[in-house]
């Protein structure tokens, strides 16, 4: 994979917009996702239990977070335990759910640079997942 291509893919993830054309936009609502990008086709509501990566990419991302900031925390101010654990307590609830969005965009990107010709995202494919 070319540095080009995971980097386009990247700023279509961070913008949440589809990693094909780059110019549908992902989510209609806070949560909600179409079936299908508005504006190429590309499929994105592919099946049940397709997001789970994106979970890992929430997990992982709020995982690492919350323990380097424990640790730098820890270096340069050393606050009570009580208030580390208030303060990531908090943090950790907190950042999924805001970071929920951009798990489920990168999660499609990566996709997207791995089986760039899914059957189903090309529209007029005729496969199972066919046109709307």
Known sequence: MDRARVSLALRRALALR?????????FTGLVR?????PVCGL??????GYFIGAIYINYGLTVGLALAGYFLL???LAPSPGWQVAIWGA????????SFRYSKALWL??????DP?????????GGADGPP
């Open 74 to 76: 820890e270096a340069w």
């Open 117 to 125: 010709t899914h059957a189903g995202g090309e529209p007029g494919s």
């Open 33 to 37: 996702m179409p079936a299908r990008c």
């Open 109 to 114: 990107a990566l996709d997207h640079l791995v």
């Open 91 to 98: 943090f950790v609830v907190l950042f999924p759910l805001w």
């Open 43 to 48: 499929l994105l509501e592919r099946e049940a």
């Open 18 to 26: 589809c990693p094909r054309c780059g110019s549908g936009r992902l």
